[in-house]
């Protein structure tokens, strides 16, 4: 087996679906599932970064669920790559991985070639969220919440950019962002690219988690 492939820490409280999602894995030639574990305590004790390029795992699972097992994963290794792989698509579930530390989340009904894909974007150092649960996370913010008055941001947003931003996570439209703040549209579009060069984002669905990822708004 070529040492390049890309080594995986597969944690599901269920065998059979383990035995499933690492056959079609190794099927691929490119993938290698090491180490297994039922449980996030499990997981903790055999994790090891020289081993494993990546993990995997599953939310609901006894002695220690998939938050919280993720959550003390990245507090030992802040560099550590994680998918969420679950049938739970409730928001909570999704805002809770996120604040863990996840780097990408999709529901067990995916096809292979998206759970290839959210592999692929993950190891080259980007988020993946599945269509749906993107859409998931838009709908809930397009509620009328506030901005926070107080923010811990790696990069400073103006007071301006963090009202688009807000906006956006809305679901405002250029157009209607330009009528609530009373701006023109070359303003708004200004206003949104430099949220994509301040954030690192590449897109709108990026800023909307970026903005999720740190509990910019009330009720988040």
Known sequence: MSTNLIKILLVDDHK???????????????????????????????????QVDLVITDILMPEMNGIEFTGELVKKNTEVKVIALTMLNENHHIKQMLKAGVSGYL???????????????????????????????MNDLSGDK?????LSLEIPLTSRELEVLHLICKEYSNKEISDELFIGMRTVDAHKRNLLEKTGCKNVAGLVVYALERDLFDDL
């Not at 499933?20 to 894995?25: A, T, Y």
């Not at 290839?116 to 859409?135: A, C, P, R, W």
């Open 146 to 150: 506030k901005p926070k008055q107080r």
């Open 16 to 50: 059979m679906i383990r035995e499933g999602i690492k056959s079609f894995l190794e099927e691929s030639n490119e993938y290698n599932v090491v180490l297994e574990a039922e449980n996030g305590i499990e997981a903790l004790e055999k994790y090891d970064p020289s």
């Open 107 to 137: 529901l067990k009904n995916c096809s292979e070639d998206e759970l290839f894909k959210s592999i692929e974007t993950v190891m080259s150092g980007n988020k993946f969220y599945s269509e749906e649960v993107t859409d998931i996370i």
